[in-house]
Protein backbone atom coordinates (compact mmCIF):
# COMPACT_ATOMS: atom_id res chain seq x y z
CA UNK A 1 0.00 0.00 0.00
CA UNK A 2 1.41 3.29 -0.86
CA UNK A 3 1.75 5.70 2.04
CA UNK A 4 1.68 9.64 1.15
CA UNK A 5 4.74 11.53 2.57
CA UNK A 6 4.77 15.18 2.36
CA UNK A 7 7.69 17.25 1.86
CA UNK A 8 8.19 19.86 4.68
CA UNK A 9 9.00 22.48 2.22
CA UNK A 10 5.27 22.20 0.80
CA UNK A 11 3.58 23.06 4.33
CA UNK A 12 2.94 26.55 4.52
CA UNK A 13 -0.34 26.16 6.99
CA UNK A 14 -2.15 23.54 8.98
CA UNK A 15 -4.90 24.11 5.98
CA UNK A 16 -2.78 23.57 2.88
CA UNK A 17 -3.36 20.93 0.65
CA UNK A 18 -0.86 19.29 -1.16
CA UNK A 19 -2.95 17.44 -4.15
CA UNK A 20 -2.38 16.99 -7.59
CA UNK A 21 1.06 15.73 -9.69
CA UNK A 22 3.46 17.12 -7.37
CA UNK A 23 2.16 14.86 -3.77
CA UNK A 24 3.93 11.39 -5.00
CA UNK A 25 7.09 12.80 -5.04
CA UNK A 26 8.98 14.97 -2.27
CA UNK A 27 10.43 18.35 -4.23
CA UNK A 28 13.57 18.52 -1.72
CA UNK A 29 14.94 16.31 0.40
CA UNK A 30 13.30 14.06 3.00
CA UNK A 31 12.08 16.19 5.96
CA UNK A 32 9.25 14.61 6.75
CA UNK A 33 7.16 15.00 9.72
CA UNK A 34 6.94 12.11 12.13
CA UNK A 35 4.03 11.88 14.60
CA UNK A 36 4.36 9.08 17.29
CA UNK A 37 1.84 8.18 19.63
CA UNK A 38 2.74 7.24 23.28
CA UNK A 39 1.65 3.40 24.32
CA UNK A 40 -1.73 3.66 25.78
CA UNK A 41 -2.42 1.29 28.49
CA UNK A 42 -6.44 0.24 28.73
CA UNK A 43 -6.57 2.68 32.17
CA UNK A 44 -5.61 5.55 29.89
CA UNK A 45 -8.09 5.05 26.67
CA UNK A 46 -10.87 6.76 27.53
CA UNK A 47 -8.77 10.23 28.60
CA UNK A 48 -6.60 9.56 25.05
CA UNK A 49 -10.19 9.55 23.26
CA UNK A 50 -11.33 12.10 24.65
CA UNK A 51 -8.26 14.43 24.32
CA UNK A 52 -8.07 13.37 20.37
CA UNK A 53 -12.13 13.83 19.88
CA UNK A 54 -10.92 17.76 21.77
CA UNK A 55 -7.94 18.02 19.27
CA UNK A 56 -10.28 16.88 16.59
CA UNK A 57 -13.01 19.86 16.95
CA UNK A 58 -10.15 22.46 17.09
CA UNK A 59 -8.73 21.80 13.80
CA UNK A 60 -12.16 21.77 12.09
CA UNK A 61 -13.24 25.22 13.96
CA UNK A 62 -9.78 26.35 12.22
CA UNK A 63 -11.58 26.07 8.65
CA UNK A 64 -13.68 29.15 9.07
CA UNK A 65 -14.21 31.05 5.54
CA UNK A 66 -12.20 34.04 5.11
CA UNK A 67 -14.41 37.02 3.35
CA UNK A 68 -12.28 37.43 0.67
CA UNK A 69 -11.91 33.34 -0.26
CA UNK A 70 -12.45 32.61 -3.85
CA UNK A 71 -16.10 32.10 -4.54
CA UNK A 72 -17.59 29.24 -3.89
CA UNK A 73 -20.31 28.37 -1.57
CA UNK A 74 -19.88 28.88 1.79
CA UNK A 75 -21.83 26.71 4.63
CA UNK A 76 -22.75 29.52 7.28
CA UNK A 77 -21.46 28.21 10.52
CA UNK A 78 -23.45 27.03 13.18
CA UNK A 79 -24.62 29.38 16.19
CA UNK A 80 -23.44 28.50 19.65
CA UNK A 81 -26.13 27.76 21.39
CA UNK A 82 -27.72 25.03 18.93
CA UNK A 83 -25.05 22.49 20.57
CA UNK A 84 -27.59 22.16 23.22
CA UNK A 85 -30.65 21.81 20.68
CA UNK A 86 -32.52 18.81 19.24
CA UNK A 87 -30.31 16.83 16.42
CA UNK A 88 -33.11 18.26 14.01
CA UNK A 89 -31.60 21.69 13.06
CA UNK A 90 -32.31 24.05 10.21
CA UNK A 91 -28.82 24.41 7.34
CA UNK A 92 -28.57 27.11 6.16
CA UNK A 93 -25.87 27.77 3.04
CA UNK A 94 -25.34 30.95 1.19
CA UNK A 95 -23.00 31.70 -1.66
CA UNK A 96 -20.50 34.47 -1.37
CA UNK A 97 -18.96 35.36 -4.89
CA UNK A 98 -15.93 38.07 -4.53
CA UNK A 99 -14.04 38.99 -7.43
CA UNK A 100 -10.65 41.21 -7.72
CA UNK A 101 -10.78 44.13 -10.62
CA UNK A 102 -9.13 47.36 -11.85
CA UNK A 103 -10.65 49.89 -14.11
CA UNK A 104 -8.72 51.95 -16.36
CA UNK A 105 -10.50 55.27 -18.22
CA UNK A 106 -10.06 55.76 -21.91
CA UNK A 107 -6.77 56.98 -21.91
CA UNK A 108 -5.64 54.09 -19.67
CA UNK A 109 -4.77 55.65 -16.27
CA UNK A 110 -5.97 53.40 -13.27
CA UNK A 111 -9.13 54.95 -11.41
CA UNK A 112 -8.22 54.60 -7.89
CA UNK A 113 -11.69 55.95 -6.31
CA UNK A 114 -14.51 54.45 -7.31
CA UNK A 115 -17.12 53.50 -5.10
CA UNK A 116 -20.16 51.38 -4.98
CA UNK A 117 -22.83 53.16 -7.24
CA UNK A 118 -20.43 53.96 -9.51
CA UNK A 119 -20.67 49.78 -10.48
CA UNK A 120 -23.00 47.09 -11.36
CA UNK A 121 -22.33 43.02 -11.43
CA UNK A 122 -24.27 41.00 -13.86
CA UNK A 123 -23.83 37.14 -13.37
CA UNK A 124 -24.97 35.31 -16.74
CA UNK A 125 -26.37 38.70 -17.55
CA UNK A 126 -28.36 39.13 -14.70
CA UNK A 127 -28.32 42.29 -12.67
CA UNK A 128 -26.94 41.08 -9.11
CA UNK A 129 -26.92 42.86 -5.56
CA UNK A 130 -23.48 44.50 -4.11
CA UNK A 131 -22.60 43.48 -1.17
CA UNK A 132 -19.93 44.51 -0.32
CA UNK A 133 -17.56 47.01 -2.13
CA UNK A 134 -14.15 48.10 -1.10
CA UNK A 135 -10.59 49.70 -2.54
CA UNK A 136 -7.87 46.89 -1.77
CA UNK A 137 -4.52 48.01 -1.25
CA UNK A 138 -3.03 46.30 1.94
CA UNK A 139 -4.65 43.02 1.93
CA UNK A 140 -2.02 40.47 1.59
CA UNK A 141 -0.87 39.67 -1.73
CA UNK A 142 0.05 35.72 -2.62
CA UNK A 143 2.45 35.75 -5.71
CA UNK A 144 3.37 32.51 -7.80
CA UNK A 145 6.21 33.50 -10.52
CA UNK A 146 6.43 30.99 -13.24
CA UNK A 147 9.70 31.07 -15.04
CA UNK A 148 10.13 29.81 -18.69
CA UNK A 149 13.89 28.13 -19.03
CA UNK A 150 13.54 26.20 -21.71
CA UNK A 151 15.55 26.39 -24.72
CA UNK A 152 13.71 29.35 -26.75
CA UNK A 153 14.13 31.39 -23.78
CA UNK A 154 18.02 30.65 -23.30
CA UNK A 155 18.71 34.29 -24.30
CA UNK A 156 16.52 36.24 -22.27
CA UNK A 157 16.91 34.49 -19.07
CA UNK A 158 19.19 36.95 -17.95
CA UNK A 159 16.83 39.90 -18.39
CA UNK A 160 14.12 37.45 -16.76
CA UNK A 161 15.90 37.12 -13.50
CA UNK A 162 17.19 40.84 -13.74
CA UNK A 163 14.10 42.37 -13.59
CA UNK A 164 11.96 39.86 -12.03
CA UNK A 165 14.25 39.93 -8.85
CA UNK A 166 13.94 44.08 -8.59
CA UNK A 167 9.87 43.60 -9.24
CA UNK A 168 10.07 41.02 -5.39
CA UNK A 169 11.86 43.55 -3.80
CA UNK A 170 9.58 46.30 -5.03
CA UNK A 171 6.18 44.63 -3.98
CA UNK A 172 7.06 42.14 -1.57
CA UNK A 173 6.32 43.37 1.81
CA UNK A 174 6.24 41.38 5.63
CA UNK A 175 2.52 40.21 5.16
CA UNK A 176 3.07 39.32 1.16
CA UNK A 177 4.55 36.02 -0.03
CA UNK A 178 5.51 34.53 -3.18
CA UNK A 179 6.98 31.67 -4.82
CA UNK A 180 8.75 30.30 -7.76
CA UNK A 181 8.13 27.85 -10.50
CA UNK A 182 10.46 27.40 -13.31
CA UNK A 183 8.81 25.34 -16.25
CA UNK A 184 10.89 23.45 -19.25
CA UNK A 185 11.12 19.55 -19.72
CA UNK A 186 10.06 19.56 -16.08
CA UNK A 187 8.15 21.62 -13.87
CA UNK A 188 10.63 22.67 -10.47
CA UNK A 189 9.77 24.36 -7.25
CA UNK A 190 12.60 26.88 -6.98
CA UNK A 191 11.44 28.23 -3.78
CA UNK A 192 8.84 27.82 -1.55
CA UNK A 193 6.49 30.81 -0.03
CA UNK A 194 8.71 33.29 1.77
CA UNK A 195 8.11 37.18 2.32
CA UNK A 196 11.89 37.21 1.73
CA UNK A 197 12.83 39.04 -1.61
CA UNK A 198 16.62 38.09 -1.29
CA UNK A 199 15.78 34.12 -0.77
CA UNK A 200 13.58 34.56 -3.85
CA UNK A 201 16.58 36.24 -5.69
CA UNK A 202 18.97 33.67 -5.28
CA UNK A 203 16.59 30.90 -6.47
CA UNK A 204 15.87 32.90 -9.34
CA UNK A 205 19.82 33.55 -10.18
CA UNK A 206 20.00 29.63 -9.70
CA UNK A 207 17.34 29.50 -12.62
CA UNK A 208 19.53 27.60 -15.92
CA UNK A 209 18.35 26.44 -19.23
CA UNK A 210 17.25 22.91 -19.65
CA UNK A 211 16.51 20.87 -22.56
CA UNK A 212 17.47 17.74 -21.21
CA UNK A 213 18.95 17.04 -24.62
CA UNK A 214 15.37 17.89 -26.35
CA UNK A 215 13.77 14.68 -25.00
CA UNK A 216 13.37 15.49 -21.39
CA UNK A 217 13.18 11.90 -21.10
CA UNK A 218 15.26 11.58 -17.39
CA UNK A 219 14.50 11.99 -13.71
CA UNK A 220 11.15 10.51 -12.00
CA UNK A 221 7.88 12.01 -12.90
CA UNK A 222 6.76 14.73 -10.68
CA UNK A 223 7.99 18.36 -10.23
CA UNK A 224 11.14 18.88 -9.19
CA UNK A 225 11.75 15.61 -10.29
CA UNK A 226 11.77 14.77 -13.76
CA UNK A 227 9.12 15.70 -16.57
CA UNK A 228 5.58 15.30 -16.26
CA UNK A 229 4.77 11.89 -18.27
CA UNK A 230 3.10 12.68 -21.86
CA UNK A 231 2.19 10.09 -24.10
CA UNK A 232 3.37 10.42 -28.34
CA UNK A 233 4.27 14.12 -27.47
CA UNK A 234 7.51 16.49 -27.81
CA UNK A 235 8.33 17.38 -24.34
CA UNK A 236 10.00 21.00 -24.90
CA UNK A 237 7.77 23.64 -22.62
CA UNK A 238 5.32 22.37 -20.01
CA UNK A 239 3.67 25.96 -19.61
CA UNK A 240 0.51 24.56 -19.05
CA UNK A 241 1.06 21.66 -16.71
CA UNK A 242 3.04 24.58 -14.89
CA UNK A 243 -0.33 26.98 -14.42
CA UNK A 244 -1.90 24.01 -13.34
CA UNK A 245 0.23 22.83 -10.88
CA UNK A 246 0.71 26.62 -9.62
CA UNK A 247 -2.81 27.07 -9.83
CA UNK A 248 -4.45 23.93 -8.27
CA UNK A 249 -1.06 22.25 -5.80
CA UNK A 250 -0.48 25.93 -4.35
CA UNK A 251 -2.81 28.61 -4.77
CA UNK A 252 -6.09 26.89 -4.22
CA UNK A 253 -5.88 26.43 -0.58
CA UNK A 254 -4.70 30.36 0.26
CA UNK A 255 -6.98 33.24 0.62
CA UNK A 256 -6.91 36.99 -0.23
CA UNK A 257 -5.18 38.66 -3.43
CA UNK A 258 -3.77 36.16 -5.84
CA UNK A 259 -1.49 36.09 -8.42
CA UNK A 260 0.55 34.63 -10.98
CA UNK A 261 2.97 36.01 -13.48
CA UNK A 262 4.70 34.10 -16.57
CA UNK A 263 7.37 35.33 -18.14
CA UNK A 264 7.67 33.38 -21.26
CA UNK A 265 7.49 33.28 -25.08
CA UNK A 266 3.71 31.59 -24.59
CA UNK A 267 4.75 28.04 -26.51
CA UNK A 268 3.64 25.00 -25.18
CA UNK A 269 4.80 21.63 -25.89
CA UNK A 270 4.30 18.35 -24.26
CA UNK A 271 2.44 19.52 -21.44
CA UNK A 272 -0.35 17.17 -19.71
CA UNK A 273 -3.27 19.88 -19.40
CA UNK A 274 -4.42 21.72 -21.74
CA UNK A 275 -4.76 25.43 -22.37
CA UNK A 276 -8.74 24.60 -20.94
CA UNK A 277 -7.77 23.29 -17.98
CA UNK A 278 -4.87 25.61 -16.95
CA UNK A 279 -7.58 28.64 -17.64
CA UNK A 280 -10.20 26.32 -15.37
CA UNK A 281 -7.24 25.45 -12.34
CA UNK A 282 -6.43 29.59 -12.26
CA UNK A 283 -10.18 30.75 -12.91
CA UNK A 284 -10.75 27.58 -9.45
CA UNK A 285 -8.14 29.11 -7.43
CA UNK A 286 -8.92 32.93 -7.94
CA UNK A 287 -5.74 34.17 -9.60
CA UNK A 288 -5.49 36.55 -11.45
CA UNK A 289 -3.03 35.53 -14.30
CA UNK A 290 -0.46 38.17 -15.83
CA UNK A 291 1.50 36.88 -19.02
CA UNK A 292 5.04 38.97 -19.69
CA UNK A 293 5.94 38.01 -23.32
CA UNK A 294 9.22 38.08 -23.33
CA UNK A 295 10.47 36.16 -26.84
CA UNK A 296 13.15 35.63 -29.40
CA UNK A 297 11.55 35.46 -31.78
CA UNK A 298 14.48 34.61 -33.88
CA UNK A 299 14.84 31.58 -32.33
CA UNK A 300 11.54 30.32 -34.57
CA UNK A 301 13.10 31.04 -37.66
CA UNK A 302 14.32 34.12 -38.11
CA UNK A 303 12.88 37.10 -40.48
CA UNK A 304 10.46 38.18 -38.32
CA UNK A 305 9.80 34.92 -36.15
CA UNK A 306 6.82 33.69 -38.39
CA UNK A 307 7.40 30.17 -36.45
CA UNK A 308 6.25 32.09 -33.64
CA UNK A 309 2.33 31.93 -32.64
CA UNK A 310 2.71 32.01 -28.32
CA UNK A 311 0.94 35.18 -28.38
CA UNK A 312 -2.73 34.53 -28.94
CA UNK A 313 -3.15 31.78 -26.49
CA UNK A 314 -1.55 33.60 -23.72
CA UNK A 315 -4.08 36.43 -24.15
CA UNK A 316 -6.84 34.14 -23.81
CA UNK A 317 -5.07 33.00 -20.62
CA UNK A 318 -4.84 36.36 -19.25
CA UNK A 319 -7.91 37.55 -20.23
CA UNK A 320 -10.50 34.67 -18.94
CA UNK A 321 -8.78 35.50 -15.02
CA UNK A 322 -8.40 38.84 -15.58
CA UNK A 323 -5.09 39.88 -16.62
CA UNK A 324 -3.44 40.58 -19.01
CA UNK A 325 -0.28 40.14 -21.38
CA UNK A 326 2.33 42.68 -21.88
CA UNK A 327 4.40 42.15 -24.70
CA UNK A 328 8.36 43.21 -24.21
CA UNK A 329 9.82 41.29 -27.28
CA UNK A 330 13.60 40.87 -25.84
CA UNK A 331 13.66 44.07 -24.49
CA UNK A 332 15.33 44.56 -20.91
CA UNK A 333 13.57 48.35 -20.51
CA UNK A 334 10.27 47.10 -21.50
CA UNK A 335 10.78 43.86 -19.48
CA UNK A 336 11.30 46.25 -16.10
CA UNK A 337 8.00 48.80 -17.40
CA UNK A 338 5.78 45.72 -17.47
CA UNK A 339 6.71 44.81 -13.94
CA UNK A 340 5.90 48.30 -12.52
CA UNK A 341 2.59 48.26 -14.58
CA UNK A 342 1.97 45.28 -12.54
CA UNK A 343 2.83 46.66 -9.31
CA UNK A 344 0.80 49.16 -9.97
CA UNK A 345 -2.41 47.80 -10.87
CA UNK A 346 -1.82 45.17 -8.07
CA UNK A 347 -2.17 48.33 -5.54
CA UNK A 348 -4.96 49.81 -7.02
CA UNK A 349 -7.67 46.56 -6.99
CA UNK A 350 -11.44 46.80 -6.37
CA UNK A 351 -13.07 43.89 -4.31
CA UNK A 352 -16.97 42.89 -5.17
CA UNK A 353 -18.87 40.69 -3.73
CA UNK A 354 -22.39 39.47 -4.07
CA UNK A 355 -24.26 37.12 -3.25
CA UNK A 356 -26.08 35.63 -6.47
CA UNK A 357 -29.52 35.25 -7.78
CA UNK A 358 -28.67 31.82 -9.01
CA UNK A 359 -27.92 29.26 -5.58
CA UNK A 360 -27.92 26.04 -6.97
CA UNK A 361 -23.75 25.09 -6.45
CA UNK A 362 -23.84 22.81 -9.79
CA UNK A 363 -20.54 23.17 -10.15
CA UNK A 364 -21.49 25.16 -13.85
CA UNK A 365 -19.97 28.39 -14.76
CA UNK A 366 -21.18 31.26 -14.38
CA UNK A 367 -20.14 34.43 -16.72
CA UNK A 368 -19.47 37.54 -14.48
CA UNK A 369 -19.45 41.37 -16.07
CA UNK A 370 -18.75 44.05 -14.09
CA UNK A 371 -19.35 47.73 -15.41
CA UNK A 372 -18.50 50.85 -14.03
CA UNK A 373 -19.32 53.72 -16.49
CA UNK A 374 -19.54 54.49 -19.87
CA UNK A 375 -16.14 55.40 -20.72
CA UNK A 376 -14.12 53.17 -17.94
CA UNK A 377 -12.49 49.50 -19.04
CA UNK A 378 -13.02 46.76 -16.48
CA UNK A 379 -10.26 44.63 -15.72
CA UNK A 380 -11.48 41.23 -14.45
CA UNK A 381 -11.93 37.51 -14.27
CA UNK A 382 -14.77 36.45 -16.73
CA UNK A 383 -16.73 33.84 -14.34
CA UNK A 384 -16.25 31.45 -11.70
CA UNK A 385 -17.62 28.18 -11.11
CA UNK A 386 -20.40 27.17 -8.25
CA UNK A 387 -19.25 24.61 -6.73
CA UNK A 388 -19.45 23.78 -2.79
CA UNK A 389 -16.68 24.48 -0.21
CA UNK A 390 -15.19 20.92 0.97
Not at 335 to 359: C, G, H
Request: net charge negative; with cysteine; proline share 5%.
Amino acid sequence: MFQQVLPLGLMRNPSHRNTGWWRDFPIFEPKHVLLRLPDMRPCRFLLVFAVLLSGSAFLHGQDAPSPDAPPVGIAAPADDASQDAPITTLKVSANLVSIFFTVRDKHNALIPDLTRSDCAVYENRQLQTIKNFETETNLPLTLGILLDTSGSQMNVLPLEQQAGSAFLKDILTPKDEAFLISFDVNVNLLSDYTSNARDLERAMNKAQINTAGGGGSVGVPGIGQGPVPTIGAPKGTLLYDAVYLASHDKLSSETGRKALIILTDGEDQGSQEKLSGAIEAAQRANAIVYVILIADRGFYGGMGGFGYSGDSVMRKLASETGGRVIDVGNNGKKLQAAFDQIDQELRTQYLVSYTPEDKKLDGSYRTVQIQCGKDLRVQSRKGYYAVAQN
